[in-house]
C-alpha cells in the first residue's frame, strides 16, 4: 500500500455501501484517564503457562503483521520506554483489535471484507 492509498482509505466508506464500507474505522477507542502505565500480565513464559493456537496466513498478510509488531514495538518504546513483547503483548493486542471490529460488522459486510484483505494482501 502506497502512501497515497492511505490517505484515500481514511475516506472510503463514508457512504455506508460497496467494499469501501468494509474499511472504515471499526475498533473502539480505550483512554485511561488515571494514567496508569501498563503493567505486563504475569507470566514468566508465554508458550508453556497459555494455550497455543496455530494460523496459516498468506505470505502478504504474515509480513505486514511482522512489520506492524516492529512499527508498533518502536512507538511503544519511543512513547513509553516499554519493550513490546510479541507473543505476551502484541499478538494478544491484535486479536483483542480484531475482536472488538468484528462486534461492529454487519454479517453482510464479512464478504466484502474478505474481497478486500484479499485484494489488499494478494491472497493466492
Same mark, same amino acid.
Given at each position: 500500500?502506497?502512501?497515497?492509498?492511505?490517505?484515500?482509505?481514511?475516506?472510503?466508506?463514508?457512504?455506508?455501501?460497496?467494499?469501501?464500507?468494509?474499511?472504515?474505522?471499526?475498533?473502539?477507542?480505550?483512554?485511561?484517564?488515571?494514567?496508569?502505565?501498563?503493567?505486563?500480565?504475569?507470566?514468566?513464559?508465554?508458550?508453556?503457562?497459555?494455550?497455543? &493456537?496455530? !494460523?496459516? /496466513?498468506?505470505? =502478504?498478510?504474515?509480513?505486514? +503483521? *511482522?512489520?506492524?509488531?516492529?512499527?508498533?514495538?518502536?512507538?511503544?518504546?519511543?512513547?513509553?520506554?516499554?519493550?513490546?513483547?510479541?507473543?505476551?503483548?502484541?499478538?494478544? &493486542?491484535? !486479536?483483542? /483489535?480484531?475482536? =472488538?471490529?468484528?462486534?461492529? +460488522? *454487519?454479517?453482510?459486510?464479512?464478504?466484502?471484507?474478505?474481497?478486500?484483505?484479499?485484494?489488499?494482501?494478494?491472497?493466492?
Amino acid at each position: 500500500m502506497t502512501a497515497g492509498d492511505e490517505s484515500d482509505r481514511s475516506t472510503a466508506g463514508t457512504d455506508g455501501d460497496g467494499p469501501e464500507a468494509a474499511d472504515a474505522e471499526y475498533a473502539k477507542f480505550w483512554v485511561n484517564t488515571e494514567d496508569d502505565d501498563y503493567e505486563p500480565v504475569d507470566v514468566t513464559n508465554v508458550k508453556e503457562e497459555w494455550e497455543n &493456537l496455530t !494460523i496459516y /496466513l498468506p505470505d =502478504e498478510l504474515r509480513d505486514e +503483521i *511482522e512489520l506492524a509488531f516492529r512499527e508498533t514495538s518502536y512507538e511503544c518504546m519511543r512513547a513509553k520506554n516499554y519493550d513490546l513483547q510479541k507473543l505476551r503483548d502484541f499478538y494478544p &493486542l491484535l !486479536i483483542v /483489535l480484531g475482536l =472488538e471490529s468484528l462486534e461492529s +460488522i *454487519e454479517g453482510e459486510d464479512v464478504t466484502d471484507i474478505l474481497a478486500y484483505s484479499a485484494a489488499e494482501y494478494e491472497f493466492e
